[in-house]
């Protein structure tokens, strides 16, 4: 069965994720992938099926949130713009503490990204 792996990415890390999952296709494609609305949408033109939820200020973080509190989830990866305002940050907090509380594995930058994928995709078919 394939791993869940959900996407998020603020305005300004859009570009950043897309560029995340070229250099991580290959392992990626062996994932179901499921990604806020505009994230969603970018990073189908990699040629990745996406299931795409609301846009994350429409309610996206927070249906990602309840898959993750589901059982849903394998991993997250949300690259946050830590140095903007986002009008949705209620759900943001709420999204980081039900992966702590579910102990869901969340990623908020490349680095722990990688980690997730190599650790739930990466010679586990």
């Known amino acids: 069965m394939k791993k869940t792996i959900a996407l998020i990415a603020h305005d300004g890390k859009k570009a950043e994720m897309v560029a995340f999952v070229k250099d991580h296709i290959e ?69 980081m503490r039900i992966c702590d509380l579910y102990n869901v594995p969340l990623a908020t930058n490349p680095a722990t990204g990688a980690l997730i994928i190599e650790g739930l995709l990466e010679d586990k078919d």
């Open 27 to 95: 392992s990626l494609r062996h994932a179901h992938l499921v990604a806020t609305g505009t994230t969603g949408s970018y990073v189908q033109q990699t040629g990745l099926p996406v299931e795409l939820k609301l846009s994350g200020p429409k309610g996206g973080d927070a249906q990602i949130a309840a898959m993750a509190a589901e059982g849903l989830v394998n991993g997250i990866i949300f690259f946050r713009d830590p140095l903007g305002k986002h009008p949705h940050e209620p759900d943001i907090q709420m999204l």
